[in-house]
């Protein structure tokens, strides 16, 4: 909790005693503004399983309610408002992946940190539409606007920005703040909620949250000290803890609305897609998105930028990354998908694969042929499989990739326009599939049965 510049390290070490006194109860909200949360969203949620994992009590909040008015932090415009059908989808898919979120992270943190679970808590889910739903405008200004300064709102970062913009702020997003603020002060009152964490950007929101609580609580207890409740000090003093935004190399803010976002749903983002974008990750960002996204024990880090040091074009450290954070999100299962995926793409070797492997890590991926008999591509020209199969628009376009020398068949090129499949060019562990490649990144993975 910080309200004056300076006082940040004393409530920081406040916060840390009493977190090793006693568990306590702590809460991080999230909007539905899209059908999935993406990875700007992983950190806060990480911080929560940090607390979970060591015995606090954690609490997701799904903001049904501060969804459908927007937060205009981070924005220099209005956001669209979503209609109530597409809350409702939103709602219920985010709901449901952070109970997913959740359970996997938890199976990974018990093998990262055993230590750290044996009285990991989960996470209470609620959301903020059961408060609001019937809480009626004038009962909003009597409880929650009595106690909310207008001069101290026009402050906040994400109001005094908009301000000055060509386009202002309006009523709407203006209030959204006082919304959150309301949030901390029901999770108070009816978990005992002591701490709300948030990216950095939520500072604003999170301090008038504090302030609401401090104000009602001194207007409870005396009606006459309302104005003075900057100075209330409750025996149970509630906190904020921020932490850092992702951003790009660039400094860009990920994001559904940058058009850049990395899904958490993977519908939205592939596994393979979500693996990768770790794998790609620079070496300048690779030690500290281990140290974020990961719960490896910083000698395992320490260890792995070592290695890494040694040849980066190896991309150890990258490599390590990407499969920690899928397993985190997605799962052992998912680990595997990915990375027989990345084999079959990307390495010239892929013997130790099974067609089912790929099957399974190519699933709904239009790269993915499976062929129902031998007979429908034992014998057949590669240029008519392709065509068959959708691969090109027709027999006459693959034969053209051919001739200007794009055309591979397991990483040989083919010059031949009648080459047909053979059961000697059959590939993998159980010699099922065959990889066609045209240009430089046009992958089909033929399988038969």
């Known amino acids: 909790r910080s309200k004056q510049p300076g006082s940040r ?32 969203n992983l950190l ?8 979970g994992i060591r015995g606090h009590r954690p609490i997701a909040l799904i903001g049904g309610a501060t969804g459908s008015i927007g937060d205009p932090g981070g924005r220099a415009t209005e956001r669209k408002l979503l209609s109530q059908e597409e809350l409702a989808v939103n709602e219920e898919g985010i709901t449901r992946q952070v109970h997913r979120f959740f ?6 943190a018990e093998e990262r940190r055993p230590q750290s679970t ?3 808590q989960s996470p209470t889910v609620v959301n903020n539409i059961t408060w609001f739903r019937e809480m009626g405008m004038l009962e909003f200004l009597r409880s929650v606007g009595k106690h909310a300064k207008v001069n101290t709102m026009l402050s906040r970062d994400s109001v005094s920005s908009r301000l000055n913009a060509s386009q202002g702020i309006s009523f709407t997003e203006f209030t959204y703040q006082l919304l959150q603020a309301h949030d901390f002060y029901t999770l108070n009152k009816k978990y005992g909620c002591r701490l709300q964490l948030g990216g950095s ?3 604003g929101n999170i301090v008038a949250g504090i302030d609401m609580i401090q104000r009602r609580r001194a207007t409870a207890s005396s009606p006459e000290t309302v104005d003075q409740a900057e100075n209330a000090k409750s025996e149970d003093e509630v906190f904020g803890l921020t932490i850092p935004l992702l951003t790009t190399p660039s400094g860009e803010k990920f994001g559904k609305s940058a058009g850049n976002a990395v899904w958490l749903d993977s519908e939205m983002t592939s596994v393979y897609d979500f693996y990768q974008y770790f794998i790609r990750q620079p070496d300048t960002m ?32 990258q490599r390590t990354l990407a499969r920690e954070v899928t397993e985190l999100v997605h799962g052992k299962d998912a680990v595997r998908q990915a990375e027989a995926v990345t084999s079959v793409l990307f390495d010239s070797d892929v013997g130790h694969l099974t067609s089912e492997d790929v099957v399974a890590a190519f699933t709904r991926d239009p790269r993915l042929v499976r062929l ?3 007979e429908e591509g034992i014998g057949i020209p590669l240029t008519k499989l392709l065509a068959k199969n959708g691969r090109v628009k027709s027999r006459s376009e693959a034969e053209r990739v051919l001739k200007t020398g794009g055309l591979y068949l397991n990483s040989s090129r083919i010059t031949d326009p009648k080459r047909v499949l053979t059961e ?23 399988v038969l049965p």
């Open 9 to 40: 390290g004393s409530d920081y070490q406040n916060l840390e005693k009493v977190c090793n006194e006693q568990p306590i109860t702590v809460y991080c909200g999230v909007d539905p503004s899209a059908r999935s949360l993406h990875i700007g």
């Open 44 to 51: 806060p949620l990480i911080t929560l399983l940090h607390f």
């Open 103 to 108: 359970k996997t992270a938890t199976a990974y």
């Open 118 to 120: 044996s009285e990991a």
């Open 201 to 203: 950007d939520q500072w």
């Open 286 to 317: 690779v030690r500290q998105l281990l140290s974020m996204f990961t719960l490896l024990p910083q000698e395992r880090i320490d260890a792995t930028m070592t290695e890494h040091e040694v040849d980066p074009s190896k991309r150890v450290a």
């Open 372 to 374: 129902s008999s031998s």
């Open 424 to 446: 000697e060019d059959l590939v993998g562990s159980d010699k099922k599939m065959a990889l066609v490649r045209m240009g430089s990144d046009n992958h089909t993975v033929i």
